[in-house]
């Protein structure tokens, strides 16, 4: 479902009002939780209201790239005081908001792709982020603003996109639970590999680990042991490897693995196309860039010498 339809009812509210919220993820103090509550302390900051709309923000300082990005969107639905562990009010001024309409970005956006955005809520000195954003973490935008970065964030979407499959894919990648059962439909299928592929690119600074191209659009979170063959790892980020189209397409079908020390291995498949030969000759031998986190494991990776590679040598 895109933004538009999901969020109709808010966008034709004049009343609705608009943020970035930062977020380390779950699990971490005050017990965020992406896409179920946030929480902040109306002191510092008291003008989120229910109903209103946000976009996520993770900071640089939380980012597997090491730069912030935007990442998803939702609604805050309630407002209510914050407890601790043994029912008792937290803080008199700190307050969680619980969230609904959840919806994870098909392309999250990152500051390269923000060069040229035209802020309405504040203007942005050339060439820097220095303080542009609020410290505490929360900052009202304008409707504009809000909508550009949907726009950004939904370029290319399925019409059939899932929101309810990848918030669930992401949630699980944050709790490290890979497992991810068959899907009854392809679009939830395409979601929670979305998610996936978000988490692998980013992990390795959105660019390709062999090539080392950076235009997103030629970027895939290529599994290393196929999505069909292990349901409990299919989330699992150390199961990717940000690859560019070609170089995923060769480790996909077998022309291309890595060896222990990750260095690339060529099948000879490819001297039967001169072509071929001469594209993979750029790469054989070339040691896989290191990721931000989430190596690839070398369970995974034998598997793919053993099951995918090496399924040449048996023909």
């Known amino acids: ?78 407002i209510a005081s914050a407890f601790d562990t ?22 999250d956006i990152h500051p390269e792709d923000l060069e040229d955005f035209d802020w309405h809520f504040k203007d942005r ?14 900052n009202k935008i304008d409707r504009e603003d809000f909508i550009a970065l949907m726009d950004i964030a939904e ?7 899932d929101n309810t499959a990848a918030t669930e894919a992401l949630q699980d990648i944050q709790n490290e639970n890979y497992h991810a059962e068959d899907e009854k439909s392809a679009a939830a299928r395409r979601s929670k590999q979305s ?6 690119k980013n992990n390795y600074g959105n660019t390709c680990a062999l090539c080392g191209i950076q235009t997103k659009s030629f970027l895939i979170g290529s599994h290393i042991i196929p999505w069909a063959k292990r349901k409990d790892i299919r989330l699992d980020p ?21 060896n222990a020390d990750l260095k690339v291995v060529v099948s000879d498949a490819v001297n039967q196309d001169p072509s071929l030969q001469a594209i993979t000759e750029l790469i054989k031998g070339k040691k896989l860039r290191k990721p931000k986190k989430s190596p690839p494991k070398k369970e995974y990776l034998d598997y793919h010498r053993e099951k995918v590679f090496e399924k040449f040598l048996n023909k």
């Not at 043994?86 to 392309?107: H, M, Q, S, W, Y």
């Not at 820097?128 to 973490?137: E, I, L, R, S």
């Not at 370029?155 to 996109?161: F, K, L, N, T, V």
């Not at 998610?195 to 692998?200: A, G, H, I, L, M």
């Open 125 to 138: 000195k050339p060439d820097t982020w220095m303080y542009f954003f609020n410290q505490y973490g929360m």
């Open 238 to 258: 150390s199961n990717g490897i940000s690859l560019c189209v070609m170089h995923d397409k060769l480790f996909d079908s077998g022309y291309i693995t890595l």
């Open 155 to 161: 370029d290319g979407i399925d019409s059939d996109y």
């Open 1 to 78: 479902m895109n933004y538009k339809t999901l969020y109709e009812k808010e966008l034709s509210n004049p009343d609705t009002n608009f943020f970035i919220l930062d977020t380390k993820g779950s699990g971490v103090k005050h017990d965020d939780a992406d896409f179920i509550k946030y929480s902040w302390r109306t002191n510092k900051f008291g003008l989120v209201n229910v109903g209103d709309l946000f976009i996520y923000r993770r900071p640089g300082k939380a980012s597997e790239t090491g730069k912030f990005y935007f990442f998803g969107a939702g609604k805050i639905e309630t």
């Open 86 to 107: 043994k029912g008792e009010v937290d803080d008199e001024k700190r307050v969680n908001g619980a969230i609904t309409k959840p919806l994870p970005f098909v392309n």
């Open 195 to 200: 998610v996936f592929s978000n988490k692998v």
